[in-house]
């Protein structure tokens, strides 16, 4: 088991929703945490002054992490304030569901830049200090939408689905270092994404998952840190947590 005391991450999208939850889950377990968000600097306040009142250390960061150059911020601003980077968890992601024929390039770019690109960007900006630590951690928030597929949802498929090539090519390139690269794949969750989905939906939803409900955010967070505290021979690794509806 590797002790996570005083080791640093940063968690993209990490203000709100299974970005929050893994934020907390890894503030509890003695990390300093990095809270990215681009536009919900409320929430983030809010969640690294909560993570203050129970003993932990954080920041947030705001950059919007779908361009190179606010994901180089972002890095460097958590290697200023605490001079080193241990984990990196890709979480950052949005939608912009349209059946194909209506999808549009913007509909398409934004989700690619947001939900894949990002990940590039990040990880290129922290590879050179995560590789210096003796617990390197990179975690990918992919989806079960990019292993299955998801009607009217071409654009993030992709980009979930990228996630994973991009999460076994880098495992392959690290194992040397001790650096493990794994994916999860969450289900359908309890959030605002779904809080979203009409009540008919979701029951048609719910009754094909073979667990019959949905998964917490806290269930992923619990995932994360699994991978970061017993994970030294995890590596290239799916991590499917979806109550068994794609196994």
């Not at 911020?73 to 059946?99: F, H, M, S």
């Not at 071409?154 to 991009?166: L, P, R």
């Not at 029951?203 to 667990?211: L, R, V």
Request: glycine share 10%; aromatic share 6%.
């Amino acid at each position: 088991m590797v002790k996570l005391e005083g080791k640093v991450a940063v968690i993209t999208g990490g203000g709100k929703g299974i970005g929050a939850a893994i934020t907390r889950e890894l503030a509890r377990n003695g990390v300093k945490v990095v809270v990215n968000y681009n536009k919900s600097r409320e929430a983030a306040d809010q969640l690294i002054a909560e993570i203050k009142e129970n003993g932990g250390e954080g920041i947030a960061v705001q950059a919007d992490v779908s361009t190179q150059e606010e994901a180089n911020k972002l890095i460097a601003a958590a290697v200023e304030q605490y001079g080193r980077l241990d984990i990196l968890v890709n979480n950052a992601g949005i939608t912009r569901d349209r059946t194909f024929k209506k999808l549009s390039n913007e509909d398409w770019n934004e989700v690619i830049n947001v939900n894949l690109n990002s990940v590039y960007y990040t990880t290129a900006a922290a590879l050179p200090y995560i590789t210096e630590s003796d617990a390197g951690r990179i975690i990918n928030i992919s989806s079960i939408i990019g292993q299955a597929g998801g009607f009217g949802q071409t654009n993030y498929s992709a980009a979930k689905a990228g996630m994973i090539g991009f999460t076994k090519s880098l495992a392959l390139e690290l194992a040397k270092t001790g650096v493990t690269v794994n994916a999860i794949c969450p289900g359908f969750i309890e959030t605002d994404m779904l809080a979203e989905v009409p009540d008919n939906i979701r029951e048609q939803i719910k009754a094909k998952i073979p667990a019959r409900r949905f998964g917490h955010a806290d269930e992923i967070a619990r995932g994360v840190l699994y991978l970061c505290q017993d994970g030294e021979y995890i590596t290239g690794q799916q991590l499917n947590i979806n109550g068994g509806l794609y196994m």
